[in-house]
């Protein structure tokens, strides 16, 4: 019995994980503040060859700027 449990707690833990995670991808304003890191698509060549075109990428945000290092591929908002 309480491998069952185990079972269904996991696979509720891991559901609801993913649809946040899928939550955070497709609606980056609404959903963007509940985790530390966003999903952007690289839209054109600027960032090759180190990020190619289409490519998804999984942004950390940051609060304090003295957490960015020289040679860190960062993203901002004007």
């Known amino acids: 019995m309480l ?27 609404t959903f963007g503040g509940m985790l530390p890191y ?3 698509y690289v839209l054109t060549n600027s960032m090759e060859p180190t990020i190619p075109t289409n490519s998804l990428v999984l942004v950390k945000t940051c609060e304090d700027s003295t957490q960015i290092q020289k040679d860190d591929i960062i993203v901002f908002h004007a």
């Open 38 to 40: 966003r999903f952007y």
């Open 3 to 29: 491998k069952r449990l185990g079972k269904i707690g996991f696979a509720t833990g891991v559901l609801q994980a993913s649809v946040l995670i899928l939550c955070t991808a497709i609606l980056p304003d």
